[in-house]
Nanobody
Framework: QVQLVESGGGLVQAGGSLRLSCAAS????????LGWFRQAPGKEREFVVA?????????VYADSVKGRFTISRDNAKNTVYLQMNSLKLEDTAVYYC????????????????????WGQGTQVTVSS
């Protein structure tokens, strides 16, 4: 049974930082590209960032988070991280970790429907 478990969300003031973690189990971690998506109240789920299946691999960022957020993965720990700096009010959302099976693909995707497994989400609230 595949499980993705996010942690690290919380309440932070604007300009602050948070680090999200997503621990995966039940899958061959290195076969999967990993992504972070978010969903604010009343809005559709949106792409944030993704990383290809190899450590230090290709990353793709949404324009809204470029230069502020950093994704990384530790294949030895089956964990992907999202370092969020200079947080803004508009970053408030539930953040979801997702995994896309990509044994033969190096293309990192940004559409939610391309991802096979999802975590339960972790709330990030940025206050003024």
């Amino acid at each position: 049974q595949v499980q993705l478990v996010e942690s690290g969300g919380g309440l932070v003031q604007a300009g602050g930082s948070l680090r999200l973690s997503c621990a995966a189990s039940g899958l061959t971690f290195t076969f999967y590209h990993l992504g972070w998506f978010r969903q604010a109240p009343g809005k559709e789920r949106e792409f944030v960032v993704a990383i290809s299946r190899s450590s230090g691999g290709t990353t793709v960022y949404a324009d809204s988070v470029k230069g502020r957020f950093t994704i990384s993965r530790d294949n030895a720990k089956n964990t992907v991280y999202l370092q969020m700096n200079s947080l803004k009010l508009e970053d408030t959302a539930v953040y979801y970790c997702a995994a896309e099976r990509a044994v033969f693909s190096t293309i990192v995707r940004t559409m939610a429907h391309d991802y096979d497994y999802w975590g339960q989400g972790t709330q990030v609230t940025v206050s003024s």
